[in-house]
């Protein structure tokens, strides 16, 4: 049973940072393409990052300041998260998908809330 379960979201400053896990189960994240997705209040769902084989990208939002990474051995993926502003509040997901299947699991998400 595929399964993604992420942690480490919380309160924090601006200016502070915070790392995100996603612990998956069922499956190897090595062998999918794995992305960190937020939702702000009141919004939709934003892209934040991805990583596949050995590429990684980042929304322009994220570039230089999120670092997104993968631990083959923990079969976890993480997002680190450094100089967060007020506009990094949302609800993280970890997900897979494959747009070219029915691959597509989400966690159940991981509050981030950045405030003063």
């Known amino acids: 049973q595929v399964q993604l379960v992420e942690s480490g979201g919380g309160l924090v400053q601006p200016g502070g940072s915070l790392r995100l896990s996603c612990a998956a189960s069922?499956?190897?994240?090595?062998?999918?393409?794995m992305y960190w997705v937020r939702q702000a209040p009141g919004k939709g769902l934003e892209w934040v990052s991805a990583?596949?084989?050995?590429?990684?990208y980042y929304a322009d939002s994220a570039k230089g300041r999120f670092t997104i990474s993968r631990d083959d051995a923990k079969n976890t993926l993480y997002l680190q998260m450094n100089s967060l502003k007020l506009n990094d509040t949302a609800l993280y997901y970890c997900?897979?998908?494959?747009?070219?299947?029915?691959?597509?699991?989400w966690g159940q998400g991981t509050q981030v809330t950045v405030s003063s």
């Open positions: 069922g499956f190897t994240v090595r062998s999918y393409w």
């Open positions: 990583f596949g084989g050995v590429s990684t």
């Open positions: 997900a897979t998908w494959e747009s070219t299947s029915t691959w597509s699991y």
